[in-house]
């Protein structure tokens, strides 16, 4: 059929970054090499580069895709209706699902977003900085219309929040046995509940801690 | 002095990790050669060899004196007066303490863990495991005495708070305008909050993420 035909490059493309982020993750970028690739994907050395122009092209391909999503993911959070606590803990709940769901290019993103050329690297923390933004802000409309809680640094309110969601891919594997929805909301409970107003006795002084 | 001469190689031995920790954090553990490490040391390569065997041997103190703190940290929490989630606060305000104010060793633990030997590894892994399940059960005693939330899996809450904590290394800078201490307290409070039984209404269903 030619239109399986036409759509064939495109799976095996698809195929390749899959395999390409395994690799990357299991060895590591650096030590993962193009001879190394094409071997696991069974295919001559040059075909890796019908595909991709580098090693790198690869990389840089599996951690834009990440950036991808959290982007609609937050563009679609903004644009819905609810109040910005309802936005807040569905952009937690699609962060988790998404590093839960996308297990190893989150990690990629997590710790091989160094190993990019320059030039590609500020890119993708433009794009960190961008969704990291979104979020804040999200944080502080909360807290402006009052059903956040103001006593707490808006930035650190974020990074307990970008803190617990991204270290999901430190220890979240395939066969848990909550889905990443129950995650996602256990997450969003504990995470929204930290940040809303307090009332009651204040904290006690720092402990053993001083 | 003779006692000057006798500590001369304890302070060597200290300058020479955090010379090592820089460099580690710096370039990567992997791409790290002992002729670097003698270098930005300003001594002889062999020399390097008269302080530690191996190369791994820094990498491997340099963890464990994290670990070393961690488990000291833990101790002192578990065997001190106060309920539960005091203890619980006493300890998340001694990690991010920690992670602030030793911020290169700390990521090294976070990043360099898998470069160590096998074995060292493993032992790693154990300490990072009995941390884990101290904090857990810290929780659990939390939730028997009703001081902490019961309808989120203690595991999950306990990844919440690692998580949070853990990443600190990944945004804390040394010029931060805030003190360790003031950014341990927010921690603590948005973590502890989030963590308290909840009253009043259940959360929403999932929303965009579904």
Request: hydrophobic letters at 40%; charged letters at 30%; one cysteine or more.
């Amino acid at each position: 059929m030619a239109g399986g035909e036409r759509t064939f490059p495109r799976k095996r493309r698809e195929e390749m970054l899959r395999v390409a982020a395994e690799l990357f993750h299991e060895r590591g970028y650096a030590a993962t090499s193009t001879a190394d690739l094409a071997e696991r994907m069974g295919i001559q050395r040059g075909s890796v580069y019908y595909y991709f122009e580098t090693k790198e092209g690869l990389l840089l391909e599996l951690i834009q895709d990440v950036y991808g999503r959290a982007r609609a993911s937050l563009a679609r959070v903004q644009a819905g209706d609810g109040d910005p606590v309802a936005k807040l803990r569905a952009l937690i709940e699609d962060h988790v699902i998404s590093f839960t769901t996308n297990l190893i290019p989150g990690a990629l993103v997590i710790n091989e977003s160094g190993s990019l050329a320059p030039e590609h690297r500020d890119r993708v923390r433009a794009d960190a900085a961008a969704y990291e933004a979104g979020m804040r802000e999200l944080i502080e409309e909360g807290r402006r219309a009052g059903a956040l809680r103001a006593d707490v640094d808006a930035r650190l309110a974020c990074m307990v929040v970008l803190g617990a969601t991204n270290w999901v891919h430190r220890w979240y594997r395939e066969d848990d046995e909550r889905t990443p929805e129950e995650i996602a909301r256990a997450f969003s409970d504990v995470l929204i509940a930290g940040l809303r107003p307090q009332t009651g006795t204040s904290s006690p002084p720092l402990s053993s801690s001083t």
